[in-house]
């Protein structure tokens, strides 16, 4: 059999995420501090488990309807009316397999052959390959550190060309932690209403931001509702990656087409994980601000430590990654990660597994506990001081 011609070209040309390629070779590893993955160290609060656990106990353990239980779609709307001021009706949502499963939806519904989408970088490892899929063309806007990771309206205007479908936002920014305000998004707006160009919205870190202001949508702005996909989920703000659950906000005809793929592709999202989400949504809110709470005293412990070793890092606004420049000490990020790796035990995400624009950076996870975190900086200095008395060998 020649798997060569059986497989697809663009499936074979696809590079593996390089966020699971350091969190696989740290997991083999003993007394390895692994520092790469964005997934919450706090467990899914009691009250979400128990109604799980309840759920299953009553036998609900059926399909639901393609789009997601309407109460919790009901759910979903009175929550983003609550915490971001965006109306949508239960119509105008789709339940997905997390919030990875609404952006290749999103990407699928609106990108024919040809079409490009606009990538603010360094962004999440998921946007270019699923475009690519799609035989869409993935052009990456680079960001710059000394703006903080933001992406201006002069950046968007040039980058837009005839074959423009659809601009990705991805803030706050994993692995960055950027946020864009108010001002920022108004800008955007103001050059996208002049096109006919839709904005997928990746606002899964929301509710994590640290500035004391609200996290702003797009979607909220004048005339922005009606060309947004806002794209959100369970993982990071209510501690529920392994509960597989997402969901899709925006214009009922785009959402009509992401729920017909979804329903060919996925049937429903997880049916015990639906009704949990019910109660995640409408009764942790003291538990987000219990996490982001202590998400923020990571990131200043992280972001003053960096600091005063060299390793120039802007204070992140959102999600919970700090994203250094390592470009002192002379190695590529690459290098620098293996190195630290197998040097000091220590597991890290290079920039460059973001796009290319994040090269000379690497980003670390704070989504781990304060102790953890004391022991990985302890290694990194150590590391740092070394590469500094070796010349950089």
Known sequence: MDYEKILADKAKTIKPSGIRKYFDLAADMED???????????KTPWVVRQAGIENLQRGRTCYTSNAGLKELREEICRYLFRRFGL??????TLVTVGGSEAIDLCIRAVVDPGDEVLIPEPCFVCYAPITELAHGVAVPIPLKAENSFRLTAEQLKAAI?????????????????AVMHKKDLEALA??????????????IYAELTYTGEQHVSIAGLPGMRDRTVVVNGFSKAHAMTGWRLGYAA????????MTKIHQFAIMCAP??????????LSSCDEQIEEMRDEYNVRRRFLVDRLNKLGLSCFAPEGAFYVFPSIQKTGLSSETFCERLLQEKGVAVVPGC????????FVRISYAYSLDHLTEAMKRIEAFVHELEQNGHE
């Open 87 to 92: 109306a949508y009706k239960t119509e105008e």
């Open 190 to 203: 103001e050059v996208l209403r002049e096109t006919n160009i839709l904005v997928l919205s990746d606002e």
């Open 271 to 280: 049916t015990t994980s639906q009704y949990a989400a019910v109660v995640a």
């Open 353 to 360: 597994a973001f796009g290319a624009s994040g090269e000379g």
């Open 32 to 42: 390895c501090i692994a520092l790469g993955v964005g997934e919450p160290d706090f």
């Open 250 to 257: 925006g214009p009922e005809r785009i959402i009509g087409i």
């Open 161 to 177: 060309t005839p074959r423009t479908k659809l601009l990705i936002l991805p803030f706050p920014s994993n692995p960055t932690g």
